[in-house]
């Protein structure tokens, strides 16, 4: 079940690395302050969480019974 509070949603269940972390992170560079991005991948995108936080980011990551992982994405508040 695909979250709809989500502004942006990136599906990169079938994309190569490092598609999905550059994809992500262009989404985020146009975020705005209230806005959220959601990110479907096949697995858990350790990466990804070091450069959100980095970043100024907060996530939340849900499992999907496909196993899809979805990150939805945020400024922190």
């Known amino acids: 079940m695909t979250r709809i509070d989500a502004d942006i949603v990136i599906d990169a269940?079938?994309?190569e690395p490092p598609e999905p972390?550059?994809?992500s992170m262009e989404a985020l560079g146009q975020l705005g302050t209230a806005q959220k991005l959601l990110?479907?991948?096949p697995r858990e995108p350790y990466p990804l969480y070091r450069?959100?936080?980095?970043?100024?980011?907060s996530w939340q990551t849900a499992y999907?019974?496909?196993?899809?992982?979805?990150?939805?994405?945020?400024?922190?508040?």
């Open 51 to 57: 450069a959100l936080e980095i970043n100024g980011f």
């Open 13 to 15: 269940r079938g994309l």
């Open 21 to 23: 972390m550059v994809r």
């Open 39 to 41: 990110v479907l991948l």
């Open 64 to 77: 999907r019974p496909d196993g899809t992982v979805e990150v939805l994405i945020q400024h922190k508040q």
